[in-house]
């Protein structure tokens, strides 16, 4: 079984959804000074969001890895 695919999956940083709000708390989100971060929240709070509009920002250089 090829699991090639599913791999290349989890490495694509996805699209920031078209109604995305950039909140106070964004602007807050420093993840630039950092070698690695974890975002850890429950389903729905808008965890990818919030570090899509964050590194969309700081122009930061990324490796994405969705789990």
């Known amino acids: 079984m090829d699991i090639t695919p599913i791999l290349k999956a989890k490495l694509v ?3 920031i959804p078209h109604r995305a709000l950039y909140s106070e708390r ?5 993840i630039a000074g950092h070698r690695a971060v974890i975002v850890n929240a ?3 709070c808008g965890k990818t969001t919030a570090v899509l509009l ?3 920002k700081q122009r930061s250089r990324v490796h994405w890895y969705r789990m």
């Open 13 to 15: 940083i996805p699209e």
């Open 26 to 30: 964004i602007k807050k989100l420093d």
């Open 42 to 44: 429950p389903a729905g």
């Open 54 to 56: 964050s590194i969309q």
